[in-house]
């Protein structure tokens, strides 16, 4: 019955005009304690893979490996834990500012490459270039969530390059 009212209504309607990630960021109503909740729990998660990662370096024929996946792991979790504070649609559209652009996008590149290298091409220094890059590209990424201080940066390295 309740179909049949919103078939009859137009809700139905509006309903399929809504793409992906609006569906996506209406689903997401989770109080302001989950949120917290799982923001502390996915960053943990994202700390604890990237500690364990370091570890693994030390573990003779696979450390690298077990490394780079760690690594990664734990850079997509601390990424995906900012989610839960602002919300998916959010989050996205923020990524995606003129301003976060570039450093998304070499984040992004980044975290896949750094796969690919470990176990696409089996070039373990390509590997673990890219994870140096990933480094500096989250890092470059989540300082444009501070107002002036990568301008302030890039005014310093002008500084001590002249």
Same mark, same amino acid.
């Given at each position: ?27 997401? +109503? ?19 893979? +990237? ?13 690298? +490996? ?5 690594? +990664? ?20 559209k923020r990524m995606c500012d003129k ?5 998304t996008t070499i984040m992004l590149t ?41 301008e302030a940066i890039m005014k310093m ?6």
């Open positions: 019955m309740d179909k049949l009212k919103s078939v009859l209504s137009g809700e139905e309607a509006r309903r399929d005009d809504r793409n992906v990630l609006q569906t996506m960021n209406e689903a997401s +109503t989770l109080g302001w304690g989950t949120r917290l909740k799982g923001f502390v729990a996915c960053f943990v998660v994202g700390a604890a893979c +990237t500690v364990l990662g370091v570890c693994a370096l030390f573990i003779p024929k696979i450390g690298l +490996t077990l490394f780079i996946v760690f690594y +990664t792991f734990g850079n997509i979790c601390a990424l995906c834990s900012t989610m839960f504070l602002m919300g998916p649609l959010k989050q996205l301003t976060r652009a570039l450093a980044c975290l896949v490459l750094t796969l690919c290298a470990a176990f696409w091409w089996k070039n373990f220094g390509l590997a673990l270039l890219f994870c140096i890059l990933q480094v500096l590209s989250f890092s470059w990424y989540s300082l444009s969530y501070i107002p002036c201080v990568r390295v002008a500084v001590c390059i002249k």
